[in-house]
């Protein structure tokens, strides 16, 4: 994983196994049932590098021989946050890697006119200043749910947030780092920019209707 050269906040997690994978992802010829399991793999494949850096502590171990002293993460501090609907196609994924996980769960859609976040659900666990949150939703368009969801961990008390998503488009990318530019920004692939409907280009269409087939 490395910082992208024009955007100090982006994180690109090139691996040949995720862009194979995206490369299916975009076809308008998957199907729904291939398409969420394509969303699940990718995410859990980038949970790796999101969680690269998530405290451990030390634990006495008995192997079957002596002891020895082993690493374990930290309590049980992350909290997975999907913004709905297209987010909760990525959870599972994280989850097969951190099954001790919390789910907070936001809902934030985006008018289709006016292409304004509305926010109409936010659940998460309490204490949120001593949690880190992986806050997920495969498209990162204007950036303005993204933003919003951010807005409202922060004024819950939330101060470690990452944020995962498939695909960014610049606009959205540089809309968090002017909002939030404490908030580091993972991404399968940085794509080319917005169409004049706030669709990225070239993308892979509305993520939430191809993962719940509602188109
Ligand atoms: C999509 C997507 C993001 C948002 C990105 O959700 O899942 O949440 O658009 O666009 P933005 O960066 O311009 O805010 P959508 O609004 O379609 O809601 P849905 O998942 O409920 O269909
Ligand atoms: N939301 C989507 O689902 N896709 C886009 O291209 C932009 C916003």
Not at 18 to 25: A, D, F, M, V
Not at 67 to 87: E, H
Request: charged share 30%.
């Amino acid at each position: 994983m490395s910082r992208h050269p024009r955007h100090p906040n982006l994180h690109v997690v090139d691996h040949p196994l995720i862009r194979h994978k995206l490369s299916y992802l975009r076809a308008r010829t998957t199907p729904t049932k291939e398409f969420k399991e394509l969303v699940d793999e990718i995410a859990m494949l980038m949970a790796f590098e999101a969680t690269r850096d998530l405290e451990t502590e030390e634990v006495t171990v008995r192997t079957p021989l002596e002891d020895t002293a082993a690493q374990r993460i930290r309590g049980k501090k992350l909290v997975v946050v999907p913004i709905l609907r297209a987010g909760l196609g990525m959870v599972e994924g994280v989850l097969s890697l951190i099954p001790g996980a919390r789910v907070g769960h936001v809902g934030i859609y985006r008018d289709e006119d006016s292409l304004q976040p509305v926010e109409y659900y936010f659940k998460i666990p309490p204490r949120a200043e001593g949690r880190d949150f992986l806050l997920l939703d495969p498209m990162l368009a204007t950036g303005g749910s993204a933003s919003a969801a951010v807005e409202g961990l922060k004024r819950r008390g939330a101060k470690s947030i990452r944020f995962m998503c498939l695909v960014a488009a610049p606009e959205g990318v540089r809309r968090m780092e002017q909002d939030h530019p404490d908030i580091p920004v993972l991404a399968a692939a940085l794509d080319r920019k917005l169409d004049e409907s706030g669709y990225i280009l070239p993308g892979l269409g509305d993520a939430g209707d191809r993962l719940f087939g509602t188109r």
